[in-house]
């Protein structure tokens, strides 16, 4: 069973980019946890602002963009405090992270076995070559990759493999996270619910923990343990992945669970269409960002900012339905029935 204490404590965490049109805040007063071995599935539309928070837990992010105010706090560290050389050591050998598109992260000129010794020798000096080989064959046996393919350039493997020399990459150091952005997003449906199957092996194996960032709710449901919905920068919904797939309490999660595709359809239930777009984050609504597509919005709610609240045990929404407030009205949700 996980360990249910915290490895990342991330606290009232902003970041924001400089453009045009002035500050625009990617990710707003944010705050959860990621428990050791867990596996955590951040979801949420494009642009809500969890790519750049995957990108802020490995202080990835670059100008114009900038992390403007919070902590981020890994095994009780602040991570935003770290000088270069305290940075390079965590990065690789505490948290590691895997993109869509591996080949933008492999160098193509490569081998395999290059890629994992270098990992290896640059947080480790001291380890010859033959000892760092002796330790990946061992790693790779592991995550299922034939040794034959330690001579292999990232030309070579398949999308799924090319995944799993990310995530060897990462491992290889013992790195306590893994970070995955839409790591299964270019591969097709049978490669991904293998890779899907071997992120919770590998959890299981080697009790990694790991952010699984994907636009894909129905993909969270297969793999993750909890899972955290953000909208428009926001952190909106945080819970078990069975009592946020049963009883979703926020009008945004609601809607975006009634919109994915069961076999249940018929030509009397369509999908829901989320009514308008997500807000341009330079000049965000007031109040609860997502007020002004919300089918259940009060009055209150465009000049107030809801907190997180607890409604459950470990169940946290941010919306004024589930917190006490002296405008409170009767509503009854129907974005889901
Ligand atoms: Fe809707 Fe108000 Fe809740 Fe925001 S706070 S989700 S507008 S009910």
């Known amino acids: ?9 991330i606290r009232d965490l902003s970041v924001t980019y400089k453009t045009r049109l002035g500050d625009t805040s990617a990710v707003d007063k944010v705050s959860f946890d990621i428990r050791h071995g867990e596996i955590l599935g951040l979801v949420g539309e494009s642009g809500c602002g969890k790519s750049t928070l995957g990108k802020a837990l490995l202080r990835m992010i670059m100008p114009p963009g900038r992390i403007s105010a919070g902590q981020i706090l890994f095994n009780g560290e602040d991570i935003l405090t770290f000088d270069d050389k ?6 690789g050998r505490q948290a590691s992270m895997i993109f869509q598109d591996p080949m933008t ?7 395999v076995e290059q890629h994992l010794v270098e ?8 380890t ?3 000892d760092a080989t002796g330790r990946i064959k061992t790693l790779l046996e592991r995550l299922g990759i034939m040794q034959s393919r330690l001579a292999s350039y990232p ?7 090319r995944q799993r020399v990310m995530i060897g990459l990462g491992l290889v150091l013992n790195a306590g996270l893994i970070i995955a952005d839409e790591a299964t997003t270019s591969l097709d449906v049978i490669v991904e619910a293998k890779l899907v199957d071997q992120l919770r092996e590998i959890r299981d194996e080697f009790g990694v923990s790991i952010l699984a960032i994907t636009h894909n709710i129905a993909l969270v449901a297969e793999m993750a343990d909890r899972v955290a919905v953000m909208y428009a920068g926001n952190l909106v919904e945080l819970g078990e992945v069975s009592r946020i797939f049963d009883r979703p309490l926020h009008p945004y999660t609601q809607g975006l669970l009634a919109s994915v595709p069961t076999t249940e359809i018929n030509e009397r239930k369509e999908l829901y269409k989320m009514p308008g777009e997500p807000p341009n984050l330079a000049r965000p609504p007031s109040g609860c960002r997502f007020h002004p597509r919300c089918p259940a919005a009060m009055s209150i709610c465009s000049r107030h900012r809801p907190g997180l609240n607890e409604a459950a045990p470990g169940h946290w929404v941010h919306c004024w339905l589930y917190q006490d407030h002296p405008e409170k009205e009767e509503k009854t949700l129907k974005v889901a029935a």
């Open 1 to 9: 069973m996980n360990d249910t204490s915290p490895l990342v404590q």
């Open 86 to 91: 305290r940075l390079r050591d965590y990065r």
């Open 128 to 130: 010859q070559t033959p």
């Open 119 to 126: 990992a290896i020798q640059v947080h480790e000096a001291q």
């Open 155 to 161: 030309h070579q493997l398949s999308g799924g493999m």
């Open 105 to 111: 992260s492999l160098n193509p000129v490569q081998t």
